[in-house]
């Protein structure tokens, strides 16, 4: 039958609109082609950047049990593996963003068409749930361009080139990677806000806990948030966030994940965010540790070279390492406590004695005042409120001067001087030789001074010292330190006094040593790193009375001296042209009672009474005080050190046995360990080792070991050290203990270190400026200052019992010899009668105080 017109025109037509079809199908094909090839030599991620995805991961620390306590960080991100992944994170991932994830590779086709329709047809931008979750991952690794401005056609090309981008980028991943591996990149690269990157931080600070430990409810808070983190964020709109945590729940129990009275139960409760903690580094146990542990990490790296594979240097912020540290923080927890309070006491103590009074004009000379002012205007010119001022007002005129003359200071003391050198108030050279002025710059410095901007300079100055002393006298509302639950308390307060007040609290350093180890087990660098940062176990003080045992042991040990030998207490001179000794001048110290009784004192008595006088007796007897320098550098403590001023850190003088040296808490802590170790000295070490971000070791701390006092010897100077601490003197602890307190020139230190047969514990109190400080020995000495921390922490280490800590320990049994050299006990308790410790002890008995000592 032949075909009616009608039907032949039909078909041609029909024929026509398939080859215009066929040709649109070519040129979308070969258009995207183009893109793809295009797409293809884009700023796609290479094959390396897959390898070894780039994302900061944070270094965690951990105490000696593996505990993690601390985290160094640029983004606040812990790696996790599959296999620690809770199963309510996975479950609820796969629900909600790929319930496909198995069974693709990389792009879901019919997602995307999804994704597609509602994008160019509804003009949803964010039409979300079509890519996979490797797609997802592949969107972190580039910038994804914004196209709410963009014309339709170009939006068009905009979507496919990015669509392409993820599919190329996603097939890589799917090549490169097993599927729990792109499941747990995702989970650990996906930044959470707050300060929450990856699973394992958001957990933690929104929940304080570890991913693996949270509940149903818990888990898919977190997975909702993975749509659009800050709309679904439970701490600022907690009602959008329960919407859709109660969706993935509903999406986890259609799976058979949770059955329907858990969802119906789940779903009743609200977001609770009562746990929600974004930790500052202050925050957290051993907070002084940490931040010293970052410049020890450092420093070791570089002396000792350890890089990466590749030779670059590792970055303690970004690379994920592992620091597996000596502390135990049952340990640390107590040295916490007792510091705090403690030095809540001392604390009450001070305000008491200095009401009405003035630290910095006290009972001192107008060169004193002037020089206290002045640091007191430094301090006060170093905090962060001055700083912003100073930036708002000098920063344009200073970001100028900075580009003329690159790298020169312009402090405030160095502008200050320069205007006092162009009113003629001084003159360079004297500027120069007050040290106001670096000399390498004087050339820069006096080209400022002509320089155009020079002016400006000056009236910039002026004007943020007006505006400075406004505003530092102004009373603001403001929070400042306090010894109560909250460690800090609101008051309106100016700036000026708010430093005043903090610089007028005491501070104190504490550290507990394992002597057989060498493991620091706790460390406190002051009582409070949120408003005092400077940590006090690292500082170098003067060490007082702290030092008379090491003269003791090199009398008894090299000089042959019987400890039982009675000495005069009277007034010792070792003078100019004494063999042995370089002193320009006569030496001749005074006991700290600035009294002499004429009694005959043995060395138990002269060390118990912390008699100066026994000790220059002892110096001038051994002819030297090299002998304490060299048993000092057998202990630790680096003889030939040089400090910043130029000066040996223990001089060859004969007043370093008297404690006339600066050394650190670290240093007189590790140097009393010997004692407890039978006389050998074991290096003090904080880090046991440290691994790369794949577990990879890269440092191991071993300690050095080193005999440095004779058994026998050592034997007799625990026998002191006990006795030092027995009868009427004794601490309040079961632990076998022996000690020494020291006190400092005027009461600006307060020390004692402790040993006990398992572990030696050193402590410091003091103000950090020396005019902070008590007025009278009973108030000021180590005996009442420090010796009490280390009583309170050794106190509550012996009522913990799952602690480890072993106070029924003892000392090793003496060797052979050592009854017939401490053959004196008629001598060692003979109390003499005008000793102050016995009347101060019966004094603190009737005062008033919180704490009873």
Not at 740 to 747: H, R
């Amino acid at each position: 039958m032949a075909e009616s017109p009608d039907t032949g025109s039909e078909s041609e037509q029909f024929r026509k609109y398939t080859r215009i079809l066929r040709n649109s199908a070519y040129i979308l094909i070969g258009l995207i082609c183009l893109i793809f090839l295009a797409v293809s030599f884009s700023d796609l991620p290479s094959f390396e950047d897959l390898e070894n995805p780039k994302y900061d991961l944070a270094t965690v620390i951990y105490d000696v049990k593996g505990v993690p306590f601390g985290r160094y960080y640029v983004e606040d991100r812990v790696a996790v593996d599959f296999k620690q992944l809770s199963p309510n994170i996975k479950q609820a991932l796969l629900v909600t963003e790929d319930d496909r994830f198995y069974n693709h590779c990389g792009i879901d086709l019919r997602a995307l068409a999804r994704v597609g329709f509602k994008t160019l047809i509804l003009r949803q931008e964010s039409a979300g749930g079509g890519s996979t979750i490797t797609q997802q991952l592949a969107k972190l690794l580039f910038k994804r361009p914004k196209m709410h401005k963009m014309s339709a056609p170009m939006r068009f090309i905009t979507l496919i080139t990015v669509k392409l981008k993820e599919w190329v980028t996603a097939i890589k991943l799917e090549k490169s990677y097993t599927k729990e591996e792109i499941m747990m990149m995702y989970l650990n690269k996906f930044e959470f806000i707050n300060g929450a990157h990856g699973i394992e931080a958001a957990a933690q600070i929104y929940f304080n806990k570890s991913q693996d430990s949270l509940h149903v409810d818990e888990a898919a808070t977190l997975v909702g948030m993975l749509k659009n983190p800050s709309l679904y964020n439970p701490k600022r709109f907690p009602a959008k966030c329960k919407i859709r945590r109660d969706l993935v729940m509903n999406l986890m129990h259609q799976e058979g994940h949770i059955d329907k009275v858990a969802l119906d139960t789940l779903t009743l409760k609200e977001i609770d965010m009562t746990s929600f903690d974004r930790k500052t580094q202050s925050d957290g146990p051993a907070p002084y540790f940490r931040a010293e542990l970052t410049k020890w990490v450092k420093d070791l790296f570089d002396k000792q070279q350890i890089k990466k594979t590749d030779g670059s240097a590792y970055n303690i912020y970004t690379d994920g390492l592992k620091i597996y540290t000596t502390i135990d923080l049952t340990y640390q927890k107590y040295a916490e406590e007792a510091v705090f309070e403690h030095m809540k006491w001392n604390q009450q103590r001070y305000f008491k004695v200095w009401k009405n009074r003035d630290p910095w004009t006290f009972e001192t000379d107008d060169a004193q005042k002037a020089l206290r002012a002045d640091i007191l205007d430094s301090q006060t010119k170093d905090s962060e409120r001055y700083l912003a001022l100073r930036e708002k007002i000098m920063g344009t005129i200073l970001q100028h001067l900075d580009e003329k003359f690159p790298n020169v200071p312009f402090s405030d003391n160095v502008i200050k001087t320069l205007i006092q050198i162009s009113n003629n108030a001084i003159s360079w050279n004297q500027a120069k030789q007050d040290e106001k002025l670096d000399v390498v710059y004087s050339d820069a410095y006096h080209r400022i001074i002509n320089d155009e901007k020079w002016e400006k300079l000056k009236t910039a100055y002026t004007t943020l010292q007006e505006e400075y002393k406004k505003i530092f006298s102004t009373p603001v509302k403001m929070k400042v330190f306090d010894y109560n639950t909250n460690k800090e308390k609101e008051v309106e307060m100016t700036p000026f006094d708010s430093v005043r007040y903090h610089k007028m609290h005491l501070q104190a350093g504490f550290m507990a040593l394992e002597q057989s180890t060498g493991h620091v087990k706790a460390w406190v660098g002051g009582v409070n790193h949120t408003y005092f940062k400077y940590d006090h176990a690292t500082m170098r003080r003067s060490f007082g009375s702290t030092m008379k045992p090491f003269v003791y042991t090199q009398a008894i040990a090299v000089q042959g001296i019987s400890p039982c030998q009675e000495f005069d207490d009277i007034q010792y001179t070792i003078a100019p042209g004494d063999a042995g000794f370089e002193v320009d001048k006569e030496w001749s110290p005074a006991n700290a009672t600035e009294e002499f009784t004429g009694n005959k004192y043995n060395l138990f008595h002269g060390l118990l009474y912390s008699k100066n006088s026994i000790t220059v007796r002892l110096v001038k007897e051994m002819g030297t005080v090299n002998l304490i320098r060299d048993l000092l550098h057998n202990l630790g403590i680096d003889k030939n050190l040089r400090l910043e001023n130029g000066r040996l850190a223990v001089p060859n003088l004969p007043s370093i046995c008297l404690g006339a040296v600066d050394l650190t808490l670290m240093e007189m802590t590790g140097a009393y360990s010997a004692f407890g170790n039978n006389g050998t000295y074991v290096q003090p070490i904080f880090v046991s080792r440290i691994e790369d971000k794949n577990g990879k070791l890269i440092y191991q701390g071993i300690p050095s070991r080193k005999s440095a006092i004779n058994p026998l010897y050592n034997a007799v100077m625990i026998a002191m050290l006990k006795n030092n601490v027995g009868g009427q003197f004794s601490l309040r602890i079961k632990s076998k203990i022996g000690g020494k307190t020291g006190t400092t020139n005027d009461f600006t230190d307060g020390w004692f270190m402790g040993v006990t047969p398992t572990l030696v514990t050193g402590v410091w109190t003091g103000g950090d400026d020396k005019w902070i400080r008590f007025l009278t020995l009973d108030e000021g000495q180590g005996y009442i200052m420090a010796r009490p921390i280390s009583e309170l922490f050794f106190q509550k280490l012996e009522k913990d019992e799952k602690s480890g800590y072993d106070w029924k320990a003892d000392f090793p049994k003496p060797p052979l010899g050592y009854d017939e050299l401490v053959n004196c006990e008629k001598y060692k308790y003979i109390r003499p009668s005008t000793e102050r410790k016995t009347l101060l002890k019966e004094k603190l008995k009737n005062e008033e105080f919180d704490n009873e000592f």
